[in-house]
């Protein structure tokens, strides 16, 4: 089993930036495939982006594509999500989870365990 703990989020102006840092426990973290979701006032949670077990495949959603960068350091047990030129429609919770690329693929990522999630809000 794996425990998440995000951090990093806050208020920001329109074209600003953040990271977010996850920090895992547990000896398997470097087996875990690693993804970030967010949901927003009275919308579902969505995928933003996920990143395979090395670090060596990164997979993003379209709304985040140029703007976020997903990383890992697998010694560190932690991941961390770069948001960049964000916009009022970046708003909502962010989610860290850890789970599977199926079939090696990280954009079949699916998510087996959730942090309890850091709130971003950008002004505009």
Same mark, same amino acid.
């Given at each position: +089993? &794996?425990?998440?703990?995000?951090? =990093? =989020?806050?208020?920001? +102006? /329109?074209?600003?930036?953040? %990271?977010?840092?996850?920090?895992? *426990?547990?000896?398997?973290? *470097? *087996?875990?495939?690693?993804?970030?979701? %967010?949901? /927003?006032?009275? #919308?579902? %949670?969505?995928?933003?982006?996920?990143?395979?077990?090395? =670090?060596?495949?990164?997979?993003?959603?379209?709304? @985040? #594509?140029?703007?976020?960068?997903?990383?890992? $350091?697998?010694?560190?047990?932690? @991941?961390?999500?770069?948001?960049?030129?964000?916009?009022?429609? $970046?708003?909502?919770?962010?989610?860290?989870?850890?789970?599977?690329?199926?079939?090696?693929? @990280?954009? %079949?990522?699916?998510?087996?365990?959730?942090? +309890? =999630?850091?709130? &971003?809000? @950008?002004?505009?």
């Amino acid at each position: +089993q &794996v425990q998440l703990v995000e951090s =990093g =989020g806050g208020l920001v +102006q /329109a074209g600003g930036s953040l %990271r977010l840092s996850c920090a895992a *426990s547990g000896r398997t973290f *470097s *087996s875990y495939a690693m993804g970030w979701f %967010r949901q /927003a006032p009275g #919308k579902e %949670r969505e995928f933003v982006a996920a990143i395979n077990w090395s =670090g060596g495949s990164t997979y993003y959603a379209d709304s @985040v #594509k140029g703007r976020f960068t997903i990383s890992r $350091d697998n010694a560190k047990n932690t @991941v961390n999500l770069q948001m960049n030129s964000l916009k009022p429609e $970046d708003t909502a919770v962010y989610y860290c989870s850890a789970g599977n690329a199926r079939l090696g693929y @990280v954009s %079949r990522y699916e998510s087996h365990y959730w942090g +309890q =999630g850091t709130q &971003v809000t @950008v002004s505009s």
